[in-house]
């Protein structure tokens, strides 16, 4: 199946699973067994599904052919060239294009000056008042086309501006023999978002292009943010120019090390392929020739030749838009489609599906057991009082007797429980505070108040491994109090769930490995910018101190969302078995209440089993509409699901 009808399919499934979801929480609600906890997680399930997006980006030197390559890959059906290429242009600010239903469609940039400010990129996509807005029509390709020459806009500022700006780079300027020049050309957008109504986005898709080395080199945030969290990136290589220099050092700085650490799928193309087609030769020599191409790329690459795609973007383009199956057979696009297929979209669909699962699942099982225990209990205590020998006063006193005695154990087990529970909330404080803002804040300031304007960007260099350092000591505590927290909570779970006989009650645990890895990602990939050729090199201040300030953000991000986890896991990691226990005194108190007012007056026999009966309706009514959620998600998908939870 190709990359579209796959994508259609996997928007179809997210919708229906939401549906799915939707049902359940309606039914949580109308018999009131929802919870503050099941709530956010259905919430948190249905804005996973409704919010995913598959970001494909495509990284480069300049000139060869991303741009084009997406145009045929993703917009060709449009019948025109999306996004511009340009002879003697290139693309020179990072573009994203995605579909937000929120609002109109839009081209929106950042002026390149905010790069002076202390503000992160993600920070000023959350402000649209920062960006220039350009409304597109989608209906009129001449006016989409008019619009995107805007990305191109360059202007021209003085040396020290750009200088500032960390656009100027002295090595760089004596390589092109530009030293001595007044002013320098510089872009004026550092970022551009294109919100469009195409449907390939409106199915989630999310696509990057990115300028070549020029930009990748002094935009920490696009390498160490923007590109590891795409779920793919696409390295372009052209067949004309073969892997240069350039191209091996965005390889080996931006691609290689990036995409091995943060997991992200890797595709390398070797485009323009056309260019090896030789008018006078055959079809042998040219398929010949891209072999030889092919093995030379993957040989200084490091790679299996296997896994890089020739193609020729142009041809592709072209033959979509004219219909000429043969022509689109020679691009050679079709096997990158698959891979993106296979690669990329396949797997996401599978974690994303394994995600909703066991969160679903966990609420499912929940809520299934507690109904059928509920169901059970009514008709145990409907067989039992028809059963009973109401003339024999013996019997019933013993009756009364056993089911104190229960009530009386209850009791007990609950000040335990409490004791426990007490035990558990110091042990819990400790963990949350020890993911505070004011932990992480206070390792930051102190490593902020070191830096003083006239640091070499050596010093610089050190101050950010002595952070690092700080950080992941940080961390470290934390995860020892999170073990701890575990153990504390398996064994209070366990005492009490066996006590009470709650074999059915999951406990979920806390966990900060995914966290931990997050923060290692960021710290690792900072490590390898910081040592990265173009930053040694140089005297580069602004990029180092730009890579400085996003370490910050970015690890203060992580914490923050490990602190609101761990906030919400201690809330909630109780609720089933209390709840279970509160529906264990309900039942202990019925059945006394019932026996009491039975031996008190025989005439009320015939009507307290009636009442068991009435009581048992609505108890069948509520399973049997669980029963029919868990069978709309009786598909292949869900198999596991319903293993679990039948
Ligand atoms: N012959 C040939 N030329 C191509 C092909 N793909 C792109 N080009 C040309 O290569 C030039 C650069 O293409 P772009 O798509 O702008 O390249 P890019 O990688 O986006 O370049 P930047 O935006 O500058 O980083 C344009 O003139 C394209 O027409 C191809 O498959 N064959
Ligand atoms: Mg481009």
């Given at each position: 199946m190709d990359f579209k009808t796959q994508l259609h399919e996997y928007a179809q499934w997210r919708e229906e699973v939401a549906r799915i979801i939707e049902m359940y929480r309606e039914w949580i609600d109308r018999y009131g067994v929802s919870n503050a906890h099941s709530s956010e997680t259905l919430l948190n399930l249905l804005n996973a599904l409704s919010r995913e997006r598959i970001t494909l980006a495509f990284a480069a030197e300049f000139s060869r052919g991303k741009t084009e390559l997406i145009n045929a890959l993703f917009f060709a059906e449009m019948g025109f060239r999306l996004l511009p290429v340009a002879t003697e242009r290139t693309t020179i600010c990072p573009v994203e294009l995605f579909y937000d239903a929120a609002t109109s469609n839009y081209i929106r940039l950042l002026k390149i000056e905010t790069r002076l400010e202390d503000i992160s990129l993600i920070e000023y996509r959350e402000n649209s008042a920062s960006w220039k807005q350009i409304e597109l029509d989608y209906e009129s390709p001449a006016q989409l086309q008019e619009a995107f020459k805007e990305l191109f806009a360059v202007k021209k500022v003085s040396r020290e501006h750009a200088n500032n700006l960390g656009l100027w780079n002295e090595v760089e300027a004596s390589e092109l023999g530009l030293l001595d020049a007044e002013e320098i050309e510089i872009p004026c957008w550092r970022y551009a978002l294109i919100n469009l109504s195409h449907p390939l986005l409106k199915q989630g898709l999310c696509i990057l292009d990115t300028p070549g080395l020029s930009v990748l080199g002094v935009e920490p945030e696009l390498t160490l943010n923007i590109l590891p969290s795409a779920e793919a990136i696409i390295f372009v290589l052209a067949a004309d120019r073969g892997v240069t220099k350039s191209d091996l050092k965005v390889w080996r700085n931006y691609i290689n090390n990036v995409q091995s650490l943060a997991k992200v799928q890797l595709a390398v193309v070797m485009n323009k392929i056309d260019i090896l087609q030789d008018d006078l030769s055959g079809t042998a020599e040219y398929d010949l020739s891209i072999t030889e191409h092919l093995n030379k790329s993957a040989e200084i690459l490091g790679l299996n030749e296997q896994l890089i795609f020739p193609v020729s973007a142009r041809q592709a383009l072209v033959a979509k838009i004219k219909h000429d199956a043969e022509l689109l057979e020679k691009s050679h696009l079709a096997s990158l489609e698959s891979c993106l297929v296979d690669k990329v979209l396949l797997p996401r669909r599978k974690s994303l599906q394994q995600a909703i699962v066991n969160n679903f699942r966990f609420l499912l099982s929940e809520s299934l057991s507690l109904s059928e225990e509920k169901y059970e209990y009514a008709l145990d205590q409907l067989v039992e009082f028809k059963q009973i020998d109401y003339d024999n006063a013996e019997m019933m006193d013993k009756l009364l007797t056993e089911t104190r005695q229960r009530q009386k154990t209850y009791l007990l087990n609950v000040k335990n429980f409490q004791a426990s529970r007490q035990v558990f909330v110091v042990q819990a404080k400790a963990l949350v505070d020890s993911l505070a803002k004011t932990k992480v804040d206070t390792v930051i300031q102190r490593s902020k108040d070191e830096l003083t304007n006239n640091l070499t960007t050596y010093h610089l260099k050190q101050k950010i491994q002595l952070l690092f350092d700080e950080l992941r000591d940080l961390l470290h505590h934390a995860v020892e109090v999170s073990n701890e927290t575990r153990d504390l909570t398996t064994e209070i779970h366990k005492k009490f769930g066996n006590e009470y006989g709650f074999k059915d009650v999951e406990l979920k645990t806390f966990?900060?490995?995914?966290?931990?890895?997050?923060?290692?990602?960021?710290?690792?990939?900072?490590?390898?910018?910081?040592?990265?050729?173009?930053?040694?090199?140089?005297?580069?201040?602004?990029?180092?101190?730009?890579?400085?300030?996003?370490?910050?953000?970015?690890?203060?991000?992580?914490?923050?969302?490990?602190?609101?986890?761990?906030?919400?896991?201690?809330?909630?990691?109780?609720?089933?078995?209390?709840?279970?226990?509160?529906e264990h005194k309900k039942q202990i108190d019925s059945r006394l209440?019932?026996?009491?007012?039975?031996?008190?007056?025989?005439?009320?026999?015939?009507?307290?089993?009636?009442?068991?009966?009435?009581?048992?309706?609505?108890l069948v009514k509520q399973r049997t509409e669980l029963q029919a959620i868990i069978s709309a998600i009786k598909s292949g998908d869900y198999a596991e699901l319903v293993t679990r939870t039948d």
């Open positions: 966990s900060l490995s995914e966290y931990q890895f997050q923060i290692e990602c960021i710290l690792e990939e900072g490590e390898i910018f910081r040592s990265s050729a173009k930053t040694t090199m140089t005297e580069q201040t602004v990029v180092v101190k730009k890579l400085y300030n996003l370490i910050i953000s970015s690890v203060r991000e992580v914490f923050n969302q490990a602190h609101q986890d761990a906030r919400h896991w201690r809330k909630s990691v109780f609720l089933p078995l209390m709840q279970e226990i509160k209440y019932m026996l009491r007012k039975i031996s008190g007056s025989k005439a009320d026999v015939a009507e307290n089993i009636a009442f068991l009966e009435a009581k048992l309706v609505p």
